[in-house]
């Protein structure tokens, strides 16, 4: 442009607007970035990133969910629609231990309604409801695939075998008591134990193995071909 | 998209069997749609004809032969292949049809009498047809608190809610913006916008009129009306210069509701919600509704006769003091043709001033616009290369942004953008090129020069493939104004360096105000006459038909303010043609100065504003959807317009202003109707030759026809019948099958009713002038340098501003946002401002305090303004735009921020 010109700025186009989170914290940010990195779509990252944001606050926020929207290119309102679909993402705020028990059928043949009255009673709240204390959230969820210990209960994703009142009783107390802190981490925290190593997918690797089946697909095709 | 409605080459048609009959299909048709063609209405409600299929709702089901025998399958979601047996009609499918509507039922909760859907409701009217009759739940139902506002315009009622996913894949395939989605699962799901930000999209409404329930629903319809009480016409919205076709629908002598049509080559059934709302502003009580003339100062309601007696005396006077020359008109970008016509033959013919313009100093060069090769829309859709050289089309032409996403998303369209800063199709651009406000010509430049290294800051690989983009075989530029804030012959140089360097490219004007373009093509601009031509070339034909022709090109617009403002004007009168220069001239100081000089002023509108405040004589004039006639879009695309309404008091439609004015000046224009306007138009300009009322009048050219005629490359009747949906357009579709009357345009029926006295005998074609030969040469002001303190002003364009469009209709104003001064972040780092706070913006003649807000998407040292919109923080809360800063007589307004 000619010598007065203040200015020419141009900017990559596709490339998304220029989005700056202002949630997540940088650790978490940095794991994002590497998730979204492994998926040929960023949106494809939408739900580990959903974990990574809950594992931040406990819950999904509102902003963590818009920060997700401009880190994987959608917008806020898909990313909640997406979430919702998921009882394994809490779109409220939760205590610092979500106790989930199942009332599905094996559970249920061995006491499960009865366990839930039980919770409900002890703990003064209704299935879906957060303690005074804000410490424990009760809810009631479908079979938890531990059926072989029925009545199953979970505590943030951690089968714990209280089957009884009396445990169940025994586990709160524990809980309120801080006791089950090493072994049950905050509501959200999948793995305690991130990988230092980071995340990476071999896209060669993943080339030749495509190449592979492809090729394979076709060859069946062929003999599917010839043998009819 | 395909469309359903037209079958292209024989050579991919195709033969299936559907309810035993032999049927013709094209490959990739949508079964649903096939058998629509053939007569077969299969009954649905997720699917739509311009979006794609979901098969959600599972209410298209039929039967259709496979190796195992027949089989259900969702009829929307299915191609036809050759050879399919297909049954709509069996036990089995009214047995799955029956199914489907008694579980949609048990979620609904019916109640119809009290919804605003009921009469017109797909919900009600398929489950009348193929419903069981009766149902078998006799729970409790849902309930959720209703109805809850999803934005300003649009209400949800959840426990309505069929879960078609028609709304929230609108907005995300269709508006490209998926502001609402499905939120929960199961019986919980419902549509939601994220907490806090509501649904804000220029295209919401769209979701109201496809919604096959009552679940959406638009604050200004709400409970006004119920559907078979509604009376309706097809008609063209003018709101912007794209020309939607829409129903127009009222009650009482008042609108109620807009519906777009499904206009193929146009909107193809989609409106932006400013001209699907607007409608409010006819209805306003405050509307103009007698003759005015100013006595002792104030003005004062007297009769027709005196108002023209008055308007008639100051004409003459200022033709007597200073000749013909000393009358100008400005405006008539929002009449119809007709009356564009009417006011043309007036001014040029019967005052004889050439001193006519229908734009506001925001636009382009009138003969550049006519004389430039035109593009139609599709073309555009379908080119290879859409150059974008204009403002952000969704804010100025927003179903133009809709046409060109699709365009993009879903064919093989690629767009370079140039423009100053971000604009919502940057993300959608194969290149986005920067140019600093008044250099919008020499990146032109250095872009069509292969052996220019690409200009500093720029990214390589983008200039790169912006250059190679632009030289593909089929190219369409957009072209309009980046910037109101600069000399519009920067835009024009651009423009016929394009044309220059790339002869077949062709273009496709962006101007602001609805039928802008009609009356340019009706010789409302300096230098021209009607039919795209030129003074000199039409002078001796012209002189045949008319008083009189014009004896020297006149002014535009500007030139009239500036001879005006003046020490020594030489106009003695001006008339302002349903046009508020207060509002739309980019300089304000200068219409200020200009009406302070004692030039007598006669406003035809149909507001009270700041031209009433200001004329002489004020005549009511017939609003839209208040007069027949008809419209052109940016395409040069004519179409009918249906009078709907009664005008109020004893408003005129304009031609009719026109004409008898003609009378109370001596003379006599010969019009006396629509038609006979109309008719004279097509006898004597080269432009409309041979599109005769007629023509205009067959019911498939609904969709208008472009001019000129020699210039179609398409079929011209392409609305082909879409009549059997009656999810497509509500309302409509139902009125039609009942067998109601719903006229497309004319309030005489061209094909029947009017027989025509022509004031003009016929005549042979060749002998008519031809059209704008030559365009003349624009060159760019050299724009001195700019200190590394000041900055360069954009002038943008806004959908939502005050003008009185909106600020007329209750439900639009309230979104209307106060304009605060974008800056971009590093800049306002370097002042050490954040948002929201005030900053002292200097020109070299004025100065003014407002807030500002941070915006990556300008370039550093640009800084950016909406047209008519009032500032926020001006200290003493005083009402300023950005018009009050621009200086017109620089090519580029230039800025410098201080802290106040
Ligand atoms: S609100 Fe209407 S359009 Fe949207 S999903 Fe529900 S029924 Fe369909
Ligand atoms: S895009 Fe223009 S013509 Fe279409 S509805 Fe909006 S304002 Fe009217
Ligand atoms: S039924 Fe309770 S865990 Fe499977
Ligand atoms: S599933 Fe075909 S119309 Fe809904």
């Known amino acids: ?78 990313v909640l629609g997406t979430a919702s679909f998921y009882d394994m993402f809490h779109l409220e705020p939760v205590g610092k231990y979500v106790v989930s028990l199942c009332t599905n059928i094996a559970c249920l043949l061995r006491g499960a309604l009865e366990l839930l009255e039980h919770a409900e009673d002890s703990l003064g709240v209704k299935s879906g409801g957060t303690t005074e204390d804000q410490l424990i959230t009760l809810e009631e969820a479908e079979c938890l695939a531990g059926c072989d210990r029925a009545p199953c209960v979970q505590v943030n994703s951690r089968y714990v075998e209280a089957t009884t009142p009396e445990t169940f009783d025994h586990l709160v107390a524990d809980l309120r008591a801080g006791r089950r802190s090493a072994e049950i981490p905050a509501h959200g925290t999948l793995i305690r134990v991130q990988r230092t190593v980071g995340l990476a997918a071999d896209r060669d690797e993943i080339a030749r193995q495509r190449a592979a089946m492809a090729e394979a697909e076709a060859r069946r095709a062929a003999t599917d071909g010839t043998a009819s | 998209m395909s469309d359903p409605t037209s079958v292209g080459d024989t050579a991919d048609e195709l033969t299936f069997s559907l309810d035993g009959r032999s049927v013709v299909a094209h490959k990739g048709e949508k079964l649903i749609a096939a058998a629509e063609r053939a007569g077969v209405f299969i009954p649905r409600f997720c699917y739509h004809p311009r979006m794609k299929p979901v098969g959600v709702c599972r209410m298209c089901l039929v039967e259709v032969d496979g190796p195992r025998g027949p089989s259900l399958m969702p009829s929307c979601f299915i191609d036809v292949q050759p050879d399919m047996v297909v049954v709509t009609e069996s036990d089995t499918v009214k047995k799955a049809q029956d199914g489907v509507l008694e579980f949609l039922l048990i979620n609904h909760p019916l109640d119809c009498p009290v919804c605003d859907k009921g009469g017109e409701c797909p919900l009600q009217d398929q489950t009348l047809a193929y419903g069981p009759g009766e149902s078998r739940f006799i ?16 209400m949800l009622d959840r426990e309505r809610c069929i879960q078609c996913s028609r709304c929230t894949r609108f907005a995300d395939e269709v508006a490209g913006e998926a502001q609402i989605d499905f939120v929960g699962r199961g019986p919980h799901i419902e549509v939601a916008p994220f907490p806090e ?18 679940a959406l629903t638009a604050t200004p319809y709400r409970f006004t009306a119920r559907p078979w009480d509604l009376d309706q016409v097809e008609s063209t919205c003018t709101t912007c210069s794209l020309g939607c076709r829409v129903a127009v629908q009222s009650s009482s002598n008042r609108l109620t509701r807009m519906l777009g049509i499904d206009a193929d080559p146009v909107n193809q059934g989609w409106m932006c919600d400013k001209g699907r709302f607007a409608f409010e502003a006819v209805n306003d009580p405050g509307r103009l509704t007698r003759p005015l003339v100013r006595k002792n100062g104030g003005l004062v309601e007297v009769s027709w006769y005196e108002a023209l007696e008055a308007a008639a005396a100051g004409l003459r006077k200022a033709r007597t003091d200073h000749g013909p020359a000393g009358v100008g008109v400005i405006g008539g970008a929002r009449l119809t043709n007709e009356a564009a016509y009417a006011w043309t033959k007036l001014a040029k013919g019967v005052i004889g001033t050439d001193s006519v313009d229908a734009q506001l100093g925001d636009g382009l060069p009138a003969e550049l616009v006519v004389g430039l090769p035109r593009a139609t829309i599709d073309e555009a859709v379908n080119a290879d290369t859409v150059i974008l050289l204009t403002g952000d089309v969704r804010e100025e032409v927003p179903v133009l942004f809709l046409r060109l996403r699709a365009g993009v998303r879903y064919g093989s369209l690629n767009v370079v953008e140039l423009s100053p800063g971000d604009t919502s199709m940057t993300g959608l651009a194969a290149a986005s090129l ?21 200009p500093n800051g720029m990214h390589p690989d983008e200039f790169a493939d912006a250059r190679r983009l632009i030289g593909s075989p089929r190219v369409v530029v957009v072209l309009g104004r980046g910037s109101r804030s600069e000399d519009e012959t920067i835009m024009a140089a651009a423009a016929q360096r394009i044309a220059a360097a790339l002869p077949g490219a062709t273009f496709l004007p962006v101007l602001p105000r609805g039928n802008v373009m009609g009356a340019l093509d009706l010789g409302m601009a300096p230098g021209l006459l009607p039919g795209r031509v030129a003074l000199d070339d039409g002078a001796e034909w012209f002189g045949r038909w008319w008083d009189q022709v014009p004896a020297g090109r006149g002014r535009t617009t500007m030139e009239q303010l500036a001879d005006l403002a003046s020490p020594e004007p030489s106009m003695g ?7 508020d220069p207060w509002a739309d001239v980019p300089d304000r100081r200068l219409v200020e100065r200009a009406f302070d000089s004692p030039v007598f002023v006669v406003a035809v509108g149909t507001q009270i504003d700041s031209t009433t405040e200001r004329a002489d004589v004020v005549l009511p004039a017939a609003s839209v959807h208040e007069r027949s006639g008809t419209t052109t879009n940016m395409e040069g695309r004519i179409s009918r317009l249906g009078q709907k309404l009664v005008p109020p008091g004893q408003a005129w439609a304009d031609w009719m202003i026109a004409a008898e004015l003609a009378v109370h000046l001596g003379s006599d224009l010969a019009l006396e109707s629509v038609g006979a306007i109309w008719d004279e138009i097509e006898r004597l300009t080269p432009l409309h030759s041979g599109i005769t009322s007629a023509v205009l009048g067959q019911p498939g050219a609904a969709d208008g026809v472009v001019a000129p005629l020699s210039a179609a490359k398409v079929s011209l009747f392409r609305r082909r019948g879409r009549q059997m949906d009656p999810v497509a357009i509500p309302g409509v579709e139902s009125t039609n099958r009942q067998g109601l009357d719903f006229r497309a345009g004319w309030a005489e029926d061209p094909t029947s009713g009017w027989t025509g006295r022509p004031a003009v005998p016929v005549n042979p074609t060749e002998e008519r002038p031809s059209m704008l030969r030559k365009i003349p040469a624009y060159v760019a002001p050299v724009i001195g340098r700019v200190d590394s303190y000041s900055h360069r002003l954009m002038a943008t364009r806004c959908l939502y501003d005050n003008g009185a469009a909106m600020a007329k209709s209750p439900a639009l104003d309230a979104l209307v946002e106060p304009a605060t001064l974008a800056v971009h972040p590093h800049d306002l780092d370097d002042l050490g401002l954040s948002a929201g706070d005030r900053v002292r913006v200097k020109t070299a003649s004025t100065s003014m305090v407002m807030a500002v807000r941070p915006d990556p998407g300008l370039p550093t040292r640009v800084v950016a303004l909406p047209m008519n919109v009032m500032l926020d923080g001006v200290p003493d809360g005083s009402r300023h735009d950005v018009a009050d800063l621009i200086d017109v007589t620089v090519p580029v307004t230039v800025v410098r921020l201080e802290t106040p």
Request: hydrophobic share 40%; proline share 11%; aromatic share 6%.
């Open chain 2, 197 to 214: 930000l509501p649904f804000t999209s220029y295209f919401s409404g769209n979701t109201v009129q496809i919604c096959p329930v009552g």
């Open chain 2, 434 to 454: 920067r140019y600093a406000p008044g250099e919008a010509d020499e990146l032109v430049r250095i872009l069509l020069d292969v052996k220019a290294p690409t």
């Open chain 2, 139 to 154: 729970e409790e139902k849902r309930h959720f608190e209703k109805p809850i506002p999803i934005s300003e315009l649009v």
């Open chain 1, 1 to 78: 442009m000619s010598a007065s010109s203040p200015v020419s700025l141009t900017r990559r186009s596709g490339a998304p607007a220029s989005f700056t989170p202002t949630h997540l914290h940088p650790e978490v940010l940095d794991r994002a970035r590497k998730l979204i990195a492994l998926y040929p779509e960023p949106r494809s990252a939408l739900i580990p990133l959903c974990h990574l944001a809950q594992g931040q606050d406990g819950w999904l926020t509102p902003e963590a969910m818009i920060d997700i929207a401009g880190l994987v290119g959608v917008t806020p309102s898909e």
């Open chain 2, 573 to 579: 009168a001006v008339v302002l043609l349903g046009a």
